[in-house]
């Protein structure tokens, strides 16, 4: 019976080791990022649905490869961290190659030639016909991509100002801010058509540009598979099809005949608040948590030992000094490199883009937190503690009864000030792809080109909450003066 049992574990263990391997093989997902916000490479229709050039070339690569695709929207500025971190298997978001860039990933075989192009008014026809035409004037261009690097080296005097997608371009182009901008002259034609702007090519191309997929340098088994696949899509016409698909209306119209999409009130409701109720549940847990550990926090910046106490101060200041964004990309995309380096399992410390959110928060919200905590501490005078301990009370029973009542009143303001730029401060999450409310309002803008008009919804959806906190704020403040703890003369 013993032999069986050790039979039947050994036989067991082989077929579930044989089941894994043959997943990761062949079932795995191919697992794509893009940034969801550039059309008519990627970007979200009218229906709600994901689409586009990138989109279909990565469904199609998934196919031949025989694994389910992933796709992953996230902000093109953290889009290479994310793929060194692990988070995704390759970028299929139009990323042109760089020498840079090929110092840090490995590239495919090129799956469309580009060309960069200046865009300008139609009215302003007359006065610019190249970039040297704008000199001293400001352009617009997308951050992080190689049409800002190249007019920010080769053109010093035009004023390159960078935005995080077209609609941001073509708001400040309509209000007259820039003069231009450089981008792909297929999608700035298909974009400025979808958007009904009369925005026209200025001159020649700027120069070619080879558009491929990175992968990271130890994953070369990959980038063979992915570029076996472009090659078969190639030889079959499947590219050729999908470029006419995407491009050849965009090429050969102008940009009067299409008017703005107009999305139906329940997608808009439907995207705008699932993604407010992301934003709402990474702050409160954010707040709940950081809130727990300000108070011990605070207590040691004030009363621990000297030596204790600047350890925590610096550290405290070294949080609150720097910027919370490299904070959460610190999280989100080192952290794991930083496992890698102690010799540890980078799943060891790779966090899924709301936990990483979330701790990041926390750790902010904390930080903050326990300084208003000091504060108010040092606010009761030290004669408050000395009167308890006469009284007969204990040293907990002098803190919880009588100094912090009188600390916590004078907490209330600044928490609540806490609070509420935490809540702001989420917007961040959407750089490494949290789908809060900013995302969302980006994606549809995306679709709509109305960028007010949902930003001011978030806005909206922002304050509704806000504002209570701030009221209620208020309320627990007057309430507790009426308890009977003034402020101390």
Request: proline content about 5%; glycine content about 8%; aromatic content about 10%.
């Amino acid at each position: 019976m013993r032999l069986f049992w050790r039979q039947f574990i050994f036989t067991t263990l082989l077929l579930w080791m044989a089941a894994v391997t043959s997943a990761q093989d062949s079932g795995s997902p191919f697992r794509v990022a893009l940034t969801g916000k550039y059309p008519p490479m990627s970007f979200y229709s009218e229906e709600g649905e994901l689409t586009g050039y990138d989109v279909e070339v990565s469904k199609e690569i998934a196919r031949r490869l025989g694994r389910p695709v992933e796709i992953i929207t996230t902000e093109w500025a953290g889009i290479l961290a994310g793929l060194q971190a692990g988070r995704y298997d390759a970028i299929v978001g139009s990323m042109a190659v760089t020498p840079e860039r090929q110092e840090a990933v490995l590239f495919s075989e090129p799956y469309y030639i580009s060309g960069a192009q200046l865009f300008i008014r139609e009215e302003d026809r007359s006065l610019y016909s190249s970039l040297e035409d704008l000199n001293g004037k400001a352009i617009g261009a997308v951050t992080g991509t190689t049409y800002q690097h190249t007019v920010e080296s080769e053109y010093p005097e035009i004023d390159v100002r960078t935005y995080q997608g077209d609609p941001d371009i073509f708001q400040d182009m309509t209000a007259g801010r820039i003069d231009g901008f450089v981008t792909d002259k297929l999608v700035g034609l298909y974009n400025a058509k979808r958007a009904g702007k009369a925005f026209i090519p200025a001159g020649s191309l700027m120069y070619d540009e080879r558009i491929a997929i990175p992968v990271t340098k130890d994953n070369r088994q990959l980038l063979d598979q992915i570029n076996d696949a472009l090659r078969t899509m190639e030889n079959d016409g499947t590219l050729d099809d999908l470029k006419r698909k995407w491009f050849g209306d965009a090429a050969t119209t102008g940009a009067d005949s299409r008017q703005p999409v107009r999305l139906s009130t329940d997608m808009v409701m439907k995207r705008m608040l699932a993604g407010f109720a992301r934003t709402l549940f990474a702050a409160g847990v954010a707040i709940i948590i950081g809130f727990i550990l300000a108070i011990p926090f605070g207590v040691a910046l004030k009363s621990a030992p000297k030596g204790i106490r600047g350890a925590l101060q610096f550290l405290n200041d070294f949080v609150r000094g720097t910027p919370l964004l490299v904070q959460l990309l610190f999280v989100y995309a080192g952290a794991p490199q930083l496992g890698v380096a102690l010799g540890l399992p980078a799943e060891a410390f790779r966090l899924s883009p709301m936990q990483a959110g979330i701790l990041t928060l926390t750790i902010n919200a904390a930080a903050f937190m326990a300084e208003v905590v000091r504060s108010g501490l040092l606010a009761v005078p030290a004669g408050q503690t000395t009167g308890a301990l006469a009284l007969g009370l204990s040293r907990v029973q002098a803190f919880r009864y009588v100094v912090w009542p009188q600390a916590f009143r004078v907490m209330i303001p600044p928490l609540m000030n806490s609070i509420v730029a935490l809540l702001k401060d989420t917007a961040l999450l959407s750089v490494i792809s949290v789908a809060e409310v900013i995302t969302e309002a980006q994606k549809l803008i995306s679709i709509t080109y109305q960028p007010m008009k949902f930003y001011l919804f978030a806005a909206v959806l922002f304050f509704l909450v806000a504002w209570p906190l701030m009221k209620a704020s208020q309320r627990l403040e007057d309430r507790i003066r009426k308890r009977g703890y003034e402020e101390s003369a």
